[in-house]
């Protein structure tokens, strides 16, 4: 370690006790990684406990040229909270309070660190709901910072739409406010939408202010079956064309329903499914249900399961979010290379077709799954623990899926942020605007100590 | 004119013809403005009809240091079109095509020139429409490059949700694709977004994609009359907390209302009104309206006059969006400051009849109305042209609008932005932010040749 890293680190010591450690399994545990995407641990790690330590922290990190990665739940899929550069990682665990409720605004603030089923854990009396939903019990904070989204982005939008206001500290320590608590602002530069997906690479989250929706009058959820996988993806785009507010609409391929029917205990007959979900009042529910039973038998859909008590909707959906260990648990001694990407909707079958063709000619195999009701779906690729060749396979499998979303005029990634796995297409798919988010960086960041080897061109 | 301009305007001369102008005529009307704000004539206006044309141009005038300024309609009310250090004033007249509609992903995209209303007009046989409505015929460049909204955001968002993907132009002429035409993206920084609101200091925009909505099955409209101002707002207030999916809601107070009736030869009660509108299914729309008058009639409202045919609902909206010359014309010699603030929803009604009482309390006269269903208020305070004093007096409650809003936790804008006449908030809206804009800007734009003298920190 270098002289001036251990006078920062005995400074940080000083300030945060014993919520600074250079305990090796602390480090370890933040190696850990949800994905494919590996990197040795962070140098230390920090648990601040309030926005004035971030800011302490961040001003002896710059002062030393010292890295600095945020770290939430550790689920991120694309190698964002890994210290690819070592440093310190900031465990936002003790930041995870829920501060202020405002429900005639409709709007909570909150710490970075709190969870998202937490803060609807605590709003559950409230009438209201945070909806943005990926599936893994992500922090709010690493939400925004990879701008995440899910099974409910169809309807009520992605973390890009969901948060109001920010407050984070920038690499010198300088606390700042983005947005307020007005619905809308023509104010300047939206630094909120600048700071949210942008990876922790310009700033650290310290504070959310996010928009909630009202909890719907009525819900209605069903499963169904399609006789093939046009057929499936046919109906969600006809359905999202015709106005249908979805709630959710997503896709399962039949190898994701094999491996969740054996996870999760259900029974659906091997083929490509829809799950949907309808919010709205009584007389709305049911109207949208009707709609959606139109196109869905247009398309040869049957075998129409209603879910309409909210604990067979919870099984629906915790099926649906055990997906991702149900592909894992369906090749023994497998690990995964999950990607996805986003494409118009018009698109949408060609795209899926395309890369379920490319992977049934592959050796591997890799369930699809994933939001169709916006362009964005999944695939799972699975490889034997420790077969480079598999990985390698997956990882040729996981570009071309890539590549065949920018030539429908799409998307390298929907959800899962760019991150260290996807650094690769940046350029193919920004071209110059690349180098403008490299000079942004450099004008927040100029000595580049907040999480670098993400999202941005390497420094010349 | 210096010697390095003087070649600037030759090699432009030579690259547009007759396009390129340095006529006083024309110039002077490049000085025009919709407000109060105002300026000298800019040196040269350019009429490009390309992308490329735009590049040369900027290419030409960094090299030179020459500023330039984006002009689409010239309706921005804050003075973002006026050159206030002369230059090259950008007129995107000949840009005005629509390039591409894409039904199926319900998008479009368009070259910066086009207004709104043209837009619609091409898009009626389609089934979809653009909802962004600020009232005057903006054209859509202009539109996003001042995140402006209007009477339809509180239903379906701002000019921040209704972009999807630009190219634009970087001030030394570098041409940029931001976003694509998938509804979603993590894939880095949001330059979308930091790009619409910059208010052509960024960045001139050069082609838009945009977001389209379903024409609605069923529309109704209805305008109605309260007891007073609280009851009015209290009634806005309950209808967005309770849900129900409003495509309009808009408030005139008393002194609209009356101008609105000389101007547009209504006979409308001299009391505060709501006019709101219903877009969904026939049975959706029942189902709101019926909703919405629950509400209404709890807080005394009366006199409600349904706009079931389209002719109808046209007059009542052409009445609104005439609300500003009618009441520029309420008051012989007239000419207006013109402001907008928007608060949280919960502190609209303080926001509302703290301005009212304040301009109540002052010798001129402002009437007050907005998209209050989102918080956002305007108050076109009257003054007689060439009456300094009245104009202080109109400075001086703008500002006080300004301060209230902000220290009700909103923002000193909503949707008119700040160009040159809220420069003097922005310190205080944004504190160390306002910084961190002038250093984005600095990294896109080091000769600051863009629309010098708007949004941001003076140059040190």
């Known amino acids: 370690m270098r002289q001036t890293t251990t006078e920062a680190f005995a400074a940080l010591a000083d300030l945060l006790g014993d919520r600074f450690t250079t305990a090796q399994a602390i480090r370890d545990q933040h190696a850990q990684s949800e994905s494919h995407v590996i990197s040795g641990p962070p140098d230390a790690v920090a648990f601040p406990r309030s926005t004035e330590e971030v800011s302490i922290l961040l001003r002896i990190a710059h002062e030393h040229h010292i890295p600095v990665v945020g770290w939430g739940a550790g689920s991120s899929l694309e190698g964002h909270a890994l210290a690819?550069?070592?440093?310190?990682?900031?465990?936002?665990?003790?930041?995870?309070?829920?501060?202020?409720?405002?429900?005639?605004?409709?709007?909570?603030?909150?710490?970075?660190?709190?969870?998202?089923?937490?803060?609807?854990?605590?709003?559950?009396?409230?009438?209201?709901?945070?909806?943005?939903?990926?599936?893994?019990?992500?922090?709010?904070?690493?939400?925004?910072?990879?701008?995440?989204?899910?099974?409910?982005?169809?309807?009520?939008?992605?973390?890009?739409?969901?948060?109001?206001?920010?407050?984070?500290?920038?690499a010198d320590g300088t606390v700042i406010r983005t947005g307020t608590a007005a619905p809308k602002s023509s104010a300047g530069y939206d630094l909120t939408a600048l700071i949210v997906g942008s990876e922790g690479t310009l700033a650290l989250i310290t504070e959310l202010t996010l928009r909630l929706q009202g909890q719907p009058e009525a819900v209605s959820a069903a499963v169904c079956a399609f006789p093939d996988m046009t057929s499936a993806v046919d109906c969600v785009i006809e359905t999202i064309q015709s106005g249908v507010p979805m709630a959710r609409i997503e896709f399962l391929d039949p190898a994701a329903v094999a491996a969740?029917?054996?996870?999760?205990?259900?029974?659906?007959?091997?083929?490509?499914?829809?799950?949907?979900?309808?919010?709205?009042?009584?007389?709305?529910?049911?109207?949208?249900?009707?709609?959606f039973g139109?196109?869905?038998?247009?398309?040869?859909?049957?075998?129409?399961?209603?879910?309409?008590?909210?604990?067979?909707?919870?099984?629906?959906?915790?099926?649906?979010?055990?997906?991702?260990?149900?592909c894992l648990a369906s090749r023994p001694n497998a690990t995964s290379v999950i990607t996805d990407v986003c494409v118009p909707i018009s698109r949408l079958a060609e795209a899926v077709e395309e890369t379920a063709a490319d992977i049934a000619a592959s050796p591997i195999?890799?369930?699809?799954?994933?939001?169709?009701?916006?362009?964005?779906?999944?695939?799972?690729?699975?490889?034997?623990?420790?077969?480079?060749?598999?990985?390698?396979?997956?990882?040729?499998?996981?570009?071309?899926?890539?590549?065949?979303?920018?030539?429908?005029?799409?998307?390298?990634?929907?959800?899962?942020?760019?991150?260290?796995g996807k650094l690769g297409y940046m350029e193919a798919e920004h071209g110059a605007g690349w180098a403008v988010m490299g000079a942004v960086k450099?004008?927040?960041?100029?000595?580049?100590?907040?999480?670098?080897g993400k999202l941005l061109p390497p420094v010349q």
């Open 365 to 420: 195999s890799g369930p699809i799954l994933g939001h169709v009701g916006d362009g964005n779906f999944h695939a799972i690729l699975l490889v034997e623990k420790g077969n480079a060749a598999e990985e390698h396979e997956a990882m040729r499998l996981a570009g071309r899926m890539a590549e065949r979303a920018l030539r429908l005029g799409g998307t390298v990634t929907g959800e899962h942020g760019i991150g260290m």
């Open 442 to 452: 450099r004008a927040l960041d100029p000595r580049g100590i907040l999480n670098p």
């Open 260 to 291: 969740c029917n054996a996870y999760s205990g259900q029974a659906l007959p091997a083929a490509p499914h829809l799950l949907v979900e309808f919010h709205g009042s009584a007389a709305g529910v049911a109207e949208q249900a009707e709609r």
């Open 84 to 170: 690819a550069h070592g440093g310190i990682t900031v465990n936002f665990s003790q930041m995870a309070q829920l501060l202020e409720v405002r429900p005639e605004d409709m709007l909570v603030r909150v710490q970075p660190g709190i969870t998202r089923e937490a803060l609807n854990t605590e709003l559950r009396a409230t009438g209201l709901f945070f909806p943005v939903d990926p599936g893994a019990n992500a922090s709010l904070g690493g939400m925004a910072a990879t701008r995440a989204s899910g099974t409910t982005a169809v309807r009520y939008g992605t973390m890009r739409d969901a948060v109001l206001a920010l407050e984070v500290v920038l």
């Open 294 to 326: 139109e196109i869905a038998a247009d398309q040869g859909c049957s075998g129409f399961q209603w879910a309409e008590r909210a604990e067979d909707r919870a099984a629906l959906w915790k099926m649906r979010h055990n997906a991702y260990p149900a």
